[in-house]
């Protein structure tokens, strides 16, 4: 059971106001706010231990050090993986993505095969488009459904031996949608192909076990999950850690350097080079340890909770449409009023203090899918309330009066 009004004391940002109205944040698809257990985490290393890692035998440098090493195993126990070197800091899913898809330049060869989701993020799109235009590999889409569901059959038409690598979100930014990526996963491993599964989203709603999955890479952006922005993680299977180029070259990745010839590193250094976002990574150790001392059980099945309400009010306003109607989703909402644009209506709710999401949602593929500019997205959270519900469905009765 989630104690609302004590969480809601956590967050700071939640008592502030917005054009004079209280802020209504569903917005939390794109970041999630950040309780005060994290801000603490945040002031005490600038405040108390600001140093850097790995390379100073003074008592600060080791305090960093310790500390930024027990959030990596605190990730590390977080998504079970089995080793805290499969464990590699970025600075978010985007860095993670681009980070494999970097290393995987040196194994693909020409007409290999690489399958990609209708329902991804652009971030899920771009990189491996680039990874295909300098290997000449040939990238494939799993099509939608029009309820924003992967069309599995599709899918296994297009595995084949030549099948090298997949990449699926685990639940879609735009639509909500929870894929199925446990059979995703098994069924691209009959064929050899390694996956990788883009958490950005699944991560703020589902523990995720990376070895009950035999998923070969899960990445994820601390923002999401109540940490900071500029933070984020890849989880890699050790062999294929071990198989990738480093992304990157520079200092704390090396093991010997000489202008002849210069050595790597073991995992998890290899991957990460130059000075981290140390601070980020402690406080994206701290965001989990909070959202795991609340239950991610406890979180969804009250998310869910606020689905069901959100969706309900909604649907029953003339003319709105919901884009995403999968029965297996998460608390996000995207909608549009019949001919207006998407952009209106969310100008017209900031102007009431609720914040959301209008647009493409950088998933401009779904977009096409559904002939539209866009959409108007609620996102909700745990620290959300069926109160801030009602003052939205409220706001967008009184946006499409104005509007229409
Ligand atoms: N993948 C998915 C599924 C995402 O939702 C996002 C961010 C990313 C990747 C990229 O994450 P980043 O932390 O590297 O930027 N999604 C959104 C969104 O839906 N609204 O703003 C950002």
Known sequence: MIDINKIRKDFPILNRQVNGKPLVY???????????????????YYSNYNANIHRGV??????????????RHTIQKHFNAKQAYEVIFTSGTTHSINLVANGFTSILKKGDQLIVSALEHHSNIVPWQML??????????????PEGELDMEAYDALLND??????????SNALGTINPIKSIIDKAHKFGAAVLIDGAQ?????KPDVQALDVDFYVTSAHKICGPTGVGMLYGKEEWLNKMEPYQGGGEMIDQVTFEKTTYAGLPHKFEAGTPNICGGIAFGAALDYMNAIGFDNIAEYEHELLNYGTKQLQDIEGLKIYGTSKNKTSVISFNLEGIHPYDVGTLLDKMGIAVRTGHHCAQPIMDYFKIPGTVRASFAFYNTK????????G???????LS
Do not use: R, W
Not at 132 to 145: R, S
């Open 26 to 44: 569903f917005d939390n698809a794109a970041t999630s706010q950040t309780p005060q257990q994290v801000i603490d985490v945040i002031v005490d």
């Open 58 to 71: 003074h008592a600060l440098s080791q305090e960093a050090t310790d500390k930024y090493e027990a959030a």
């Open 132 to 145: 295909c235009e300098k290997t000449g590999a040939i990238l494939k889409v799993i099509p939608m459904t």
């Open 162 to 171: 030549k099948t090298k690598l997949v990449f699926v979100n685990h639940i």
């Open 202 to 206: 699944a991560s703020p709603h589902i």
């Open 387 to 394: 109160e801030e519900i009602d003052t939205l469905v409220q």
């Open 396 to 402: 967008v009765k009184k946006a499409k009066m104005m």
